[in-house]
């Protein structure tokens, strides 16, 4: 038997005649131009019509008092499908940050529950908020995330919070880490201490406008703990040595087709958790703020477009001023915080924007700056209701 030679050319291929095709590979799969059309259409109507399926089939319970969960504050998907099921002709819908949304407190301890009591009735008052939020951000959820907001009572807050300094103002040059940066403004207006680079930004820019898009990240913030399927599958259990508990689950088993519902008893927030306190045992304020004027302010013209972008929509909006923890204040930075408060009020005045500015409310019922406690969540829905331009607007 004739052993082959090592040194043996491989066999030669003939040249293709001119005009000829070549016969397909073994693997090799060629579509024609109506082919890839066809396709093109298949796949640009599993993208269109994913999204809208599944907000039919997915459960989402929600109930009286309902918000956000805590977990899912990064899930604007599904925030707007919440305001798709809420807004309707008599409900208000209340607009903020964690103050609305309740930082201390439980959902039965919110503002809105506290309104919706002084009215008797359960549902008329919606919270809207999402925590973590502000302006910059506020804005960006507004005119991304917030299309059923229309021809509807909307109460927007206003928190002086965030004029407390240039870095609570987003206006430093120095590099800083904030929550929603993927909806606070990219390139237009520019702010300063966002450092991220040109692909962050614009992947940003595209899924504000691809819905499939918002769609994949909402499975990614209720059912992979706010990762990508990739990231979820390589998480370690934090152990020495590492241990991979997801590398070898099914990531479709995770999708259980239903909204994750916030604990029952949340630790962290009520009467009876250790964070529900006021926040001094003396009431003596000390603190300084660098306030930032209203003028250069970039939590503050936010705020201004977000109303306008609002109203432009058929929205009638009340602005709540405060209620601001002016009691932790030093005596010598009263005055800069009274100029800011009493400009805010003004511009809204000239706007014709209605606005309650509610009284101070006692040191007790305050957990830090601006946020109240249970009570004080109380008893500002009590002074709110009670004030007169808030009846005459709700009624």
């Known amino acids: ?156 807050h206003c928190n002086l919070l965030w004029m407390t300094s240039p870095k609570a103002d987003l206006s430093t040059e120095k590099e800083d880490q904030f929550n929603h940066s993927r909806l606070v403004p990219q390139f237009s207006p520019w702010i300063p201490c966002y450092k991220a680079n040109a692909n962050e930004r614009l992947s940003t820019l595209v899924q504000r406008e691809v819905g499939f898009l918002q769609w994949v990240g909402h499975l990614q913030n209720a059912y992979f703990g706010q990762k990508s399927i990739l990231s979820w599958t390589l998480e370690d259990d934090g152990g020495n040595p590492p241990h991979y508990p997801n590398a070898y689950r099914n990531p479709l088993a995770q999708i259980s087709l239903t909204v994750p519902s916030p604990p029952a008893d949340d630790p962290q927030r009520g009467p009876k958790s250790p964070r529900h306190k006021a926040w001094s045992t003396d009431g003596q304020g000390t603190t300084r703020f660098e306030w930032v004027e209203l003028d250069s302010s970039l939590q503050w013209q936010a705020f201004q477009r977000m109303i306008r972008q609002l109203r432009s929509r058929g929205n009638d909006v009340l602005v709540l001023l405060g209620p601001f923890n002016e009691h932790l204040l030093a005596e010598d930075n009263r005055p800069a915080y009274q100029k800011l408060r009493n400009g805010i009020a003004a511009w809204l005045a000239q706007n014709q924007i209605p606005v309650v500015v509610p009284e101070i409310l006692p040191s007790e019922l305050y957990a830090d700056a601006s946020h109240p406690l249970t009570e004080g969540y109380e008893l500002l829905a009590k002074r709110i209701y009670s004030a007169e331009n808030f009846r005459r607007w709700l009624e």
């Open 1 to 156: 038997m004739e052993t082959p030679s090592l040194t043996a050319r491989p066999p030669v291929v003939p040249p293709v005649p001119a005009g000829k095709e070549v016969p397909f590979g073994v693997n090799e799969v060629r579509l024609s131009a109506r082919q890839w059309l066809a396709t093109l259409v298949i796949l640009g109507l599993v993208a269109l019509l994913t999204p809208r399926v599944w907000k039919r089939i997915q459960r989402f319970d929600t109930g009286p008092d309902y918000r956000i969960p805590y977990e899912l504050s990064k899930d604007y998907w599904l925030y707007e499908q919440r305001l798709d099921q809420v807004a309707k002709p008599g409900a208000v819908i209340v607009l903020g940050d964690s103050v609305v949304w309740g930082e201390y407190v439980l959902p039965n301890g919110t503002l809105s529950h506290f309104l919706n009591q002084q009215t008797g009735q359960p549902d008329r008052f919606i919270n809207g908020g999402i925590n973590g939020l502000f302006p910059l951000a506020e804005e960006g959820l507004i005119n991304y995330y917030s299309g059923p907001l229309r021809h509807q009572k909307v109460i927007v």
